[in-house]
């Protein structure tokens, strides 16, 4: 096994600084030199049973070609990587069947959904083997991409790793109003970005190392809903792509090759005001957003990820080092090759206005709580993740796999917050570690007032659910938390590098 040799690889060498093909050499030669088709996952939309819309989903192991004639094991929902892209309707009363095909126990979350806790998908409602999970709610929010993934109590990682996600686009009425690209797979396009490390014999790693938990797992292989080195043809002159981060840990940084501007039209939880015009975009793990290329021309053109100067705090020792490593690499995501009728054509036309957005005046808050996300803090060399004995010394005197907020780690037994129904709160996130945290909440749809004292990006002005807490910095968010309430069953909020979420760094609240 290479495992833990390739792991140190991507992590200390940077093995990523490389321009393409994106992978290991001989397995990536095999894979295509010129590239393979983006796969496009496939659409369910359900099927109406008594006026309800429902979803069948089984999660299940299969072997998936990342690599020509290589079969590398993976699990998938209703397939063997990854799950169909789920698409549903602001008002539809959906049922979504979660049938467990594995050998472990799971469970699906509905990220970015505003549902009911019973219905939410989490470590309160974890699927064992052979059983099935059959939530209920009525979609009632605004067009958007958001997603659904493995939420599974010290094993949302390796599971997300396996494949357990899938993309999940809402749409409404008034979208469907809009001149945008929305033909699916044609010039609306899902772009699931995850990093994985591949052995010799081109089986899928996660490593196990201490290290890769402590700052968690990152790949030095970039998939595209599950392709490698992939390509899409665009025969229309402007395309929509629904970028999501659905990495373990990895930021992206991402930007057209050619230098080309693009305009983004929407954030996690739907579309914004206008469209924004940027050359650059951040995406932490958990983030989406939908930007639309102007894919006019002749030439080929990729989707890139750009390095940009270390995001963490400098520190010391080798923690310091994988810290450093982290958004130092450069490397491609996606190719777009023009064909056909977006060899030629007129400039892109672009709605002007997009949506209506409520702001919500920071004065209708009735509280401001704090949560601050914690690392290490003194507690020894915390060999208790399989990384085996490690000098402290080693780590900078970070300690290692303590994964805290506001001095605890996950307890299923403790609620952070009891919300009554319908109140406005600001949550002041602070971060007291050397590196970023996406920090998310289920069920809300908030908004940034402020980073670090400074207004939110304009890639970051619209509804969020995941937001990037910078490192030795804090962010101040505000929502509306509304009912049902449930006086039982609570609701999740985490840091997305999803090691940290399974080994503590999540805290739950509960809707009264
Ligand atoms: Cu996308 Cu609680 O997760
Ligand atoms: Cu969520
Ligand atoms: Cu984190």
């Known amino acids: 096994m290479t495992s833990r040799r390739d792991a140190l690889k991507s992590l200390l060498l940077g093995s990523m600084i490389v321009s393409a093909p994106n992978s290991l050499g001989a397995l990536a030669a095999a894979a295509s030199d010129s590239g393979q088709p ?25 072997t998936t070609r990342f690599y020509r004639d290589v079969d590398t094991p993976t699990w998938g929902i209703n397939g063997s990587y990854l799950g169909p892209t789920l698409r549903m309707r602001d008002g539809d009363p959906v049922r979504l069947h979660v049938h467990n095909q594995l050998d472990e126990q799971s469970v699906l979350h509905w990220h970015g959904m ?26 009632r929010q605004p067009a958007a991409s958001c997603w659904y993934h493995s939420h599974t109590m010290h094993l949302s990682g390796p599971q997300v790793y396996k494949g357990l996600a899938g993309m999940l686009i809402i749409d409404d009425d008034s979208s469907d109003q809009l001149d945008l690209p929305s033909d699916y797979g044609v010039d609306d396009i899902p772009v699931i ?24 797992v990152r790949g030095d292989t970039i998939v595209v809903n599950g392709t490698l080195n992939p390509i899409f043809r665009a025969s229309t002159g402007r395309i929509r ?10 930021n992206f940084t991402l930007a057209l090759s050619n230098g080309q501007r693009f305009w983004q039209i929407a954030t996690d939880n739907g579309l914004m005001e206008a469209p924004v015009e940027l050359t650059q975009l951040v995406l932490t793990p958990g983030e989406r957003a939908e930007i639309i290329v102007d894919t006019r021309g002749t030439e080929a053109f990729k989707l890139i990820n750009v390095p940009v100067p270390p995001s963490n705090v400098p520190h010391y020792g080798l923690f310091t080092e994988l810290l450093m490593q982290m958004d130092r ?45 914690q690392m290490g803090e003194g507690q020894g060399n915390g060999g208790g993740l ?46 007291e570690t050397p590196m970023i945290h996406p920090f998310h909440i289920h069920k809300v749809h908030f908004q940034i007032l402020e980073r670090n004292g400074e207004p939110p990006l304009p890639s970051e002005r619209g509804l969020k659910d995941t937001v990037n807490v910078p490192a030795q910095g804090s962010v101040k968010v505000i929502a509306k938390f509304t009912g049902p309430g449930d006086p039982i069953t609570t609701y999740m909020f985490h840091c997305h590098i999803l090691e940290h979420e399974d080994h503590g760094m999540m805290g739950q609240f509960i809707i009264v």
């Open 193 to 216: 970005i995850q990093d994985r490390i591949f052995d010799a014999d081109g089986n899928m790693v996660y490593p196990e190392r201490m290290e890769d938990h402590m700052v968690g």
């Open 38 to 62: 983006l796969r496009i996952p496939p659409v369910l939309t359900g099927d109406w049973h008594n006026g309800v819309r429902e979803f069948f989903l089984t999660l299940q192991a299969g």
């Open 241 to 250: 792509l629904r970028l999501l981060n659905a990495a373990n840990a990895r």
């Open 329 to 373: 690499q450069a490397f491609d995501i996606l190719t777009l090759q023009p064909s056909g009728e977006s060899t030629t054509g007129s400039p892109p036309t672009l709605p002007q206005q997009l949506a209506h957005i409520d702001w919500i005046p920071r004065e209708a808050a009735t509280r401001t709580r704090r949560m601050l996300l």
């Open 386 to 431: 399989g990384g085996g004995p490690r000098s402290r010394k080693e780590f900078g005197g970070w300690g290692g796999g303590v994964h805290k907020i506001n001095g605890r780690k996950m307890d299923m037994n403790y609620i952070e917050a009891t919300i009554i129904a319908g109140t406005t709160e600001i949550w002041e996130i602070a971060n």
């Open 114 to 139: 505003d549902v009911p806790a019973r219905a939410d998908g989490g470590p309160n409602q974890q699927v064992l083997p052979g059983d099935t999970w059959s939530p209920a709610f009525q979609v």
